[in-house]
């Protein structure tokens, strides 16, 4: 059974930084393609930034430059460094394993 367990969320200040963490088991996140979404009160779920088997990274736009994906094969983890954070950076971010498995959402909430 495959399950996804987000933390390292809170409240910051804007320009403060987060690190939020993914923790998997039934899944390597080594060998598949993982991914950190974010969903914002009354907007649709975004993707954020992609990492897949062979090391590859993909971000949006809206995070390029701020926000770093990463995994440590050894502990089955996947990151996401947040730094120089936006009030509009604010949502509930989410990792997502093989494009199919969803963790159950972190919450950040950057204030002005």
């Known amino acids: 059974q495959v399950r996804l367990v987000e933390s390292g969320g809170g409240l910051v200040q804007g320009g403060g930084s987060l690190r939020l963490s993914c923790a998997a088991s039934g899944i390597s996140v080594g060998f598949n393609s993982m991914a950190w979404y974010r969903q914002a009160p009354g907007k649709q779920r975004e993707l954020v930034a992609t990492?897949?088997?062979?090391?590859?990274?993909n971000y949006a736009d809206a995070v390029k430059g701020r926000f770093t994906i990463s995994r440590d094969n050894a502990k089955n983890k996947m990151y996401l460094q947040m730094n120089s954070l936006k009030p509009e950076d604010t949502a509930v971010y989410y990792c997502?394993?093989?494009?199919?498995?969803w963790g159950q959402g972190t919450q950040v909430t950057v204030s002005s």
């Open positions: 997502s394993a093989g494009w199919k498995y």
């Open positions: 990492l897949t088997s062979s090391g590859n990274t």
